[in-house]
């Protein structure tokens, strides 16, 4: 199956919210500047799961509520003060708690792997789930940071400053040392 993906035509240099739409999801990307703007956004009465960045750290947040996403996001605004920037993933198939606490949780360890400085205080929470579910949220995170880095060049796990730096030092001192793997 192609991959589609569906591109508005209704760029406002001034608006820094950029959604990505295809068959299995939809992504925001948005700048903290535009947050009251973004509040208008019917799809944020959805569920998802967001990440809050800046250029030291991020934080990883779901929401599995009849309020939708922007409830904890109105809640982050308010409290979390440090953060510039947000991506959010909203998946078009019906997922269960389990599912966005088991891509939570995996998203936190994952980033934690990287040695990434997370504002997340617990490693997630844990719910029964299924096989047939972790496959399903395994599936919908390939999918949405493929789409992030291949669309966009957005590794999500280069979105601080400090950890893209560490990642390029890594690989010039490979480089110096003639130890770069070669593909």
Known sequence: MPN???????????????????????ILM???????QLKSIELLRANGI????????LYVGQNSS????????????????????????????????????????????RFRQYKIELDNVTDGNTSPITVEEINQAEMFMSNVTTV????????IFMLTKDNYTKYLENLVNQLLDDTLEKN
Do not use: M
């Open 50 to 57: 967001y990440i809050l960045y800046n250029n030291n750290k």
């Open 66 to 109: 009849e309020k939708g996403i922007i409830t904890r996001l109105n809640k982050h605004y308010a409290r979390k003060l440090w953060w510039e920037n947000g991506i959010i993933f909203i998946p078009k198939q019906i997922f269960t708690k389990a599912h966005y606490d088991y891509i939570e949780k995996t998203f936190i360890k």
């Open 30 to 36: 948005f700048s903290k500047t535009d947050f009251k």
């Open 148 to 155: 992030l880095d291949k669309l966009f060049g957005k590794n």
């Open 4 to 26: 589609y993906i569906q591109i508005q035509n209704q760029i406002d240099p001034k608006d820094h919210i950029i959604i990505i739409e295809n068959n299995q999801f939809v």
